[in-house]
């Protein structure tokens, strides 16, 4: 097939300044971690240094989380709904103007390409931000309480992060919150804070009383001792399942809330009735978008057995033309990992596939010398058995599995721990409400994968976590029928 030659397209990074080293964002101003300690963030498609973060300690969270339930008790838990959304809206909008800024540091810090970050990410994070304003005046018509009088917040809520949408999860945690009269200290991922740093300055840019909103950073440790802190309400996570289960089990037994947004091994079903082509465009869509660092991601294509080779050829020929390299360059489709470690897990899960008998492929491609990157792959002739259909990859790495019926592709589908997505592509809409019927998972796209919107809540069923975020069903993590604290 003709390839069409690309000249390097690069987006500027003079817009964004990154300062040679961060503190943490507590009361409202950057200071200093009481232990002193430090860690480097890279970028990952370069391994360059970006800038020294600072590494709190138990009591810099204790800090925080004082900071929090003072601006709770003293402003935020006080003011209208009116006024709250007032804070919001402004956020939103200084999110849009910001948002170039906001996507070039997005992918200089996790290596994502720039069409993604400036076209989903970021836009979607300014999306959140203004539906929740919408939201924040209107809570007691909301039907939150069934009956029971205006929903109250709840208080501190305490928010862990991961680093593959580290903007958007930012947005799907502070802004429901702030909404519901909340004041939250947040978490970024150790390997992606720079954009949570950068929201602390328009917390300050919007005049958000201080300490509504407080960003520490730090790794599990830090993580830990939020979890643990007596004075938070609530915890709102999302990250890994093996996390996910530590959090749940620290909290058992507390008064402490919890939202657990956790891992996922979503089946992406196409029917020999499905428009193939456009199928094709979901496969890639649903497993490349974002390296595959989604946790709703297609990792495993069901395939109709009599369109397999149809489908398999169409995909090998559609993948010879995606384009893997500088995340900077407008025209990549495919960036960095995100980090070695990740990288790590990619390539052993990867060799245990192949070990274990599944066929490995990828197209031809160049990939750069420096820094961490991983070419597109698909396995084929894949068994249920076999670790790459039961266990996240957590990157671009696709299983290929076939059914003939769809009583067979259900029980397939459903043969995981997890119940995050999936994604049904047949021409007939009856399947579909079938399918969706019997899928067991949180979210069901039909001939499309990926979509996500504000409006519509978004989590899982079995070991991919509990709560809902996005939503009405969103708000209702967020507030209580009963008194205030
Ligand atoms: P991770 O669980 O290792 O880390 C997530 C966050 O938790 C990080 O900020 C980390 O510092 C923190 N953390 C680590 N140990 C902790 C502890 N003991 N206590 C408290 N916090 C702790 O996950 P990850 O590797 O950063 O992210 C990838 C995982 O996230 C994948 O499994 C993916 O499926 C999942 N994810 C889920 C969703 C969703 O909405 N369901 C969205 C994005 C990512």
Redesign the pocket.
């Known amino acids: 097939m003709a390839k069409f030659e690309y000249a390097p397209a690069p987006e500027s990074r003079a817009i964004v300044d990154i300062h040679s080293s961060y503190g943490l964002f507590i009361g409202g101003e950057f200071v200093e971690s009481a232990g002193g300690g430090s860690f480097k963030t890279i970028n990952p498609a370069t391994e360059e240094v970006l800038a020294d973060i600072s590494e709190a300690t138990t009591e810099d969270v204790d800090r925080a989380v004082k900071a929090a339930r003072t601006a709770y008790r003293g402003v935020w838990g006080r003011i209208s709904g009116a006024d709250r959304g007032k804070y919001l809206f402004r956020i939103a909008r200084i999110l849009q103007e910001r948002a170039r800024e906001f996507a070039v540091l997005e992918t200089i810090d996790n290596g994502k390409p720039i069409k993604e970050s400036r076209d989903v990410d970021i836009p979607l994070a300014a999306a959140h931000f203004f539906y929740h304003a919408g939201w924040a005046d209107k809570l007691e018509h909301a039907g939150l309480t069934g009956g029971g009088g205006a929903p109250r917040p709840l208080g501190v809520v305490g928010q ?6 580290p903007m958007l ?1 930012l947005a ?1 945690k502070i802004a429901p919150a702030l909404a519901c009269g909340n004041t939250v200290v947040l ?5 992606t804070p720079l954009t949570a740093l950068l929201f602390a300055e328009v917390c300050q840019q919007a005049d958000l009383p201080a300490g509504v909103v407080n960003i520490i950073t ?7 001792a ?2 643990e802190h007596p004075d938070v309400d609530k915890l709102a ?8 289960k ?2 749940a089990r ?1 909290i058992a037994g507390t008064r402490k809330k919890a939202t657990l ?4 091994k979503a089946a992406n079903i196409v029917f020999d009735d499905a428009p193939i082509d456009q199928a094709v465009e979901g496969i890639v869509n649903g497993i490349f978008f974002n390296q595959g ?4 991601a297609g990792s495993r294509l069901l395939v109709q057995e009599s369109v397999h080779d149809e489908v398999i050829s169409k995909l090998k020929r559609r993948l010879g033309t995606v384009r893997v390299g500088d995340p900077l360059d407008k025209n990549t489709d495919l960036g960095a990992i995100n980090s070695a470690a ?1 990288l790590d897990q990619i390539r052993e899960l990867s060799a245990v596939g192949e070990a274990e008998g599944a066929e490995r492929w990828s197209p031809p491609c160049e990939l750069p010398g420096k820094g961490f990157w991983f070419p597109p792959t698909v396995f084929t002739n894949v068994a249920q058995t076999h670790r790459i259909a039961q266990e ?1 990859v ?1 990157g671009p790495v696709l299983s290929v599995l076939t059914f003939r019926t769809p009583q067979e592709a259900v029980a397939k589908a459903n043969n995981t721990p997890y119940g ?1 997505s999936a994604g049904v592509w047949t021409d007939k809409g009856s399947r579909i409400l079938w399918m969706a019927d019997q899928l067991r998972a949180g979210v069901v796209w039909a001939n499309t994968f990926n979509k996500f919107d504000p409006t519509s809540p ?3 069923f079995k070991e ?2 509990y709560g809902r ?1 996005g939503g009405l069903h969103g708000l209702e993590g967020y507030v209580t029928s009963g008194g205030d604290r």
């Open positions: 862990v992060i991961p680093w593959n949408f999860m799907w978490k970024p991922a150790e390997t730090g790794a599990g440790a830090t993580g830990q939020l979890t996570f999302t990250g890994s399942t093996e996390v996910g530590a959090i620290t947004e956790l891992g996922g660092h989604v946790c709703c990740q996240e957590f995050l978004f989590g899982g991919s976590g975020e």
